[in-house]
C-alpha cells in the first residue's frame, strides 16, 4: 500500500490511505504522498478559481471593446462566471487572499487577455497590459465596464 500502489493506481491508493486512517494504522500510512496530495487539493482549488476568474475578465474585456457585439451569452457566462466565483469563495473563504496575491492577478490576467485577443480577433494592444478593475468591481453581480 505504499508508493509503489501509488503509482499504479492513485484512486486506489487513496481508497486504502482513506481506510488506514479511518482504522487508526497510522504506521502503515504513505505520509510523503498524502501530504502531496493535500498541497494538491489547495493547488487545484487555485486553479479553478484561476479558471472561473480568466473567463469572466475576458467577457469583460470583450463587452467593453465590442460593445455593438454583445450578447445575451456573453452576459450569461459573466453572470455563471461570478456565481461560481462567489461559490467558490463561499466553499473555501482562505481563497481570498488569493484574490489579492499579485502574481496570481497578473497570471488571471495574461490568461483573459489570451482569451479575448482569441475570441474576438483583435490586435493585443486592443486590451490593457493590466487589469484596469479592482477585482470587487468585476465580481460585483450588476457592473459592467462601459456603464460608469
Not at 493535500?38 to 479558471?51: M, P, W
Not at 490576467?109 to 494592444?125: F, H, Q
Not at 453581480?141 to 456603464?147: D, E, H, T, Y
Amino acid at each position: 500500500m505504499g508508493a509503489s500502489s501509488y503509482a499504479k493506481d492513485v484512486v486506489l491508493w487513496a481508497q486504502q490511505q482513506a481506510a488506514l486512517l479511518r482504522s487508526g494504522q497510522f504506521s502503515k500510512l504513505d505520509v510523503e504522498h498524502l501530504a502531496d496530495e493535500i498541497e494538491d487539493v489547495g493547488k487545484t482549488e487555485k486553479r479553478e478559481l484561476a479558471s472561473h476568474m480568466a473567463v469572466l475578465l475576458a467577457h469583460l474585456l470583450k463587452w467593453l471593446a465590442q460593445p455593438d457585439r454583445r450578447t445575451r451569452s456573453w452576459q450569461s457566462t459573466i453572470d455563471e462566471q461570478r456565481r461560481r466565483i462567489a461559490l467558490a469563495l463561499e466553499e473555501t473563504p482562505s481563497l481570498r487572499t488569493t484574490l489579492a496575491e499579485p502574481r496570481w492577478q497578473a497570471a488571471v490576467w495574461s490568461d483573459a487577455r489570451v482569451i479575448a485577443i482569441t475570441d474576438t480577433g483583435l490586435a493585443g494592444e486592443a486590451f490593457p497590459d493590466k487589469c484596469p478593475w479592482p477585482t470587487d468591481r468585476a465580481l460585483s453581480p450588476n457592473w459592467l465596464p462601459g456603464a460608469d
